[in-house]
């Protein structure tokens, strides 16, 4: 299993409901839930809901065996909401930060020569051109 595409697909399966729940209801629409993620607290900013968000997200992952899941839950369990490193911080540098792996199946792969940025596998070689016009 690549835990990295599991964990990212895990975080759409757990937001896209979200979203449906708030544009099913009558009263509300989906920039509350956005306005609501991104709202940080009165007292100094930090964005509280967004962290018990990405928490709760992180705590549904459903194979605990992960060694990624227990790299997140070791690095942000003992840490106090408000303080860093923040939920959203490490969910980040695990999903997104990765490199090793393949941006469109999740094998591994290797960075473009061009924006060193995106990895492919051998896979998408031929659509390589259309990332970079």
């Known amino acids: 299993m690549n835990e990295v595409l599991a964990m990212k697909m895990h975080y759409i399966r757990y937001v896209l409901p979200k979203c449906m729940a708030f544009l099913l209801d009558c009263d509300f629409k989906l920039d509350v839930l956005i ?11 930090f964005p509280q809901y967004q962290e018990k968000f990405i928490r709760d997200c992180i705590r549904k992952f459903p194979y605990c065996e992960a060694a990624l899941l227990q790299q997140q839950v070791m690095s942000i369990a003992p840490v106090e909401i408000g303080n860093d490193p923040t939920a959203f911080s490490v969910l980040t540098q695990a999903l997104f ?8 199946c999740g094998e591994r792969g290797q960075r473009c020569s061009l924006c060193n940025m995106v990895t492919y596998c051998g896979l998408i070689l031929s659509a390589t051109p259309l990332l970079h016009p």
């Open 97 to 104: 930060i990765d490199a090793d792996f393949c941006t469109t």
């Open 35 to 45: 306005k609501s993620l991104l709202k940080g607290s009165h007292r100094d900013g």
